[in-house]
């Protein structure tokens, strides 16, 4: 699922697998301030991850000009209520 931060270029992510009991939430930014607005969290990265409990994992697309953050909670089960704080 796909959600909207109020910017045309940035957006968030997640991604559900039950199976694998496995989620992913991702943050796209793209477009020509993609690398300045990832700067821009990189600064406050060790927040960040501490916030999370979690690394943060980048991936950049120089050819479709976009920079992927995100952070994976794998062995999870999406439908366990009492875990979805986390």
């Not at 477009?31 to 300045?36: L, M």
């Not at 600064?43 to 943060?56: G, T």
């Not at 950049?60 to 979805?84: C, H, L, M, N």
Request: charged share 35%; hydrophobic share 35%; with cysteine.
């Amino acid at each position: 699922m796909t959600y909207s931060v109020g910017q045309s270029e940035i957006n968030l992510a997640d991604v559900v697998v039950r199976p694998k009991k496995r989620i992913r939430a991702k943050l796209y930014s793209g477009g020509v301030d993609g690398e300045a607005n990832f700067h821009l969290l990189e600064e406050d990265r060790a927040k960040i991850e501490a916030d999370l409990v979690c690394a943060l994992n980048r991936k950049e697309s120089p050819e479709r000009q976009y920079i992927r953050i995100a952070v994976y909670f794998d062995g999870t089960d999406p439908d366990d209520r009492a875990k979805w704080p986390r």
